[in-house]
């Protein structure tokens, strides 16, 4: 049995052409942001909807990637075909790429980071305080 080839991307908001026609239809979207929206409502393997409670009808948070155990066993079985672009299968571009290593120490720097700094801050505002007051608490001028 012949599959027929997918031409045209699978998210019905997109709809463009694939830069080549593609059999598995786990993998026939344009780009990760196609698949991620497509796939946010429904199970990554039997495409069922999860916006609804099977048993009960109402609706649930969307967190979830899976509607049962069957579907996440299969999952674990076969991961390349239903993950096509999963965050862990997916390798950006060499231009895409990031050079650090770790999350630690990606922010901003500020002066009153350090406690020297502070110390800094005190002793400046003590010495404002002490050229516009006399000492007795009166202010100058």
Do not use: I
């Not at 997918?6 to 344009?30: D, G, M, Q, W």
């Not at 796939?39 to 069922?48: F, G, K």
């Amino acid at each position: 049995m012949t599959d027929a080839l997918r031409h045209y991307c699978r998210n019905s908001r997109c709809r463009t052409k694939l830069r080549e026609p593609v059999e598995n239809e786990h993998a026939a979207f344009c780009c990760r942001g196609c698949f991620e929206q497509f796939y946010r409502s429904r199970c990554a393997v039997c495409e069922r909807d999860l916006s609804r409670d099977p048993m009960t009808g109402e609706a649930v948070k969307l967190g979830r990637k899976f509607c049962g155990q069957k579907c996440q066993r299969e999952h674990r079985r076969f991961p390349r075909v239903y993950s096509v672009f999963a965050s862990g299968s997916y390798t950006p571009s060499a231009e895409h790429r990031s050079d650090s290593k770790s999350a630690h120490f990606t922010g901003l720097k500020t002066r009153l980071g350090t406690p020297w700094s502070r110390f800094a801050l005190l002793t400046q505002r003590a010495r404002q305080y002490a050229t516009t007051y006399r000492p007795d608490n009166t202010p100058l001028g």
